[in-house]
Nanobody, 124 residues
Framework: QVQLVESGGGLAQSGGSLRLSCTASESTLERYAIAWFRQLPGKEREGVSC????????YIHPSLDGRFTTSRDRAKSTVYLQMNTLIPEDTGVYYC?????????????????WGQGTKVTVSS
């Protein structure tokens, strides 16, 4: 069982940046692929990014490529989602999820473990 905890959400100005963190209690993230998803108001949850355990595969949803990146800090057992050039349409709840691997269409995978989410609000 992996319990994921997201943090780093909050209020940002349009054009600004936020960095979200995903950590795991009672376990390490190192052996898991970690994906980020988001749920925007009134919309279905959508995939944002995925990084595999060895960092050899990193996928960003095509609609977000160029603004969002993901990375790992093994020493801190943390996975980050760096969000740049934020726009109000990025407002929503962001979740991290864990599974054994990433695939290019990671948003279609059935992810085993989920965090509770962290809210991001981007003001215009």
């Amino acid at each position: 069982q992996v319990q994921l905890v997201e943090s780093g959400g909050g209020l940002a100005q349009s054009g600004g940046s936020l960095r979200l963190s995903c950590t795991a209690s009672e376990s390490t993230l190192e052996r898991y692929a970690i994906a980020w998803f988001r749920q925007l108001p009134g919309k279905e949850r959508e995939g944002v990014s995925c990084i595999n355990p060895t960092e050899t595969k990193i996928y960003i949803h095509p609609s977000l490529d160029g603004r969002f990146t993901t990375s790992r800090d093994r020493a801190k057992s943390t996975v980050y989602l760096q969000m740049n050039t934020l726009i109000p349409e990025d407002t929503g709840v962001y979740y991290c999820a864990a599974d054994v691997q990433c695939t290019p269409r990671f948003w279609t995978q059935l992810w085993d473990y989920w965090g509770q989410g962290t809210k991001v609000t981007v003001s215009s």
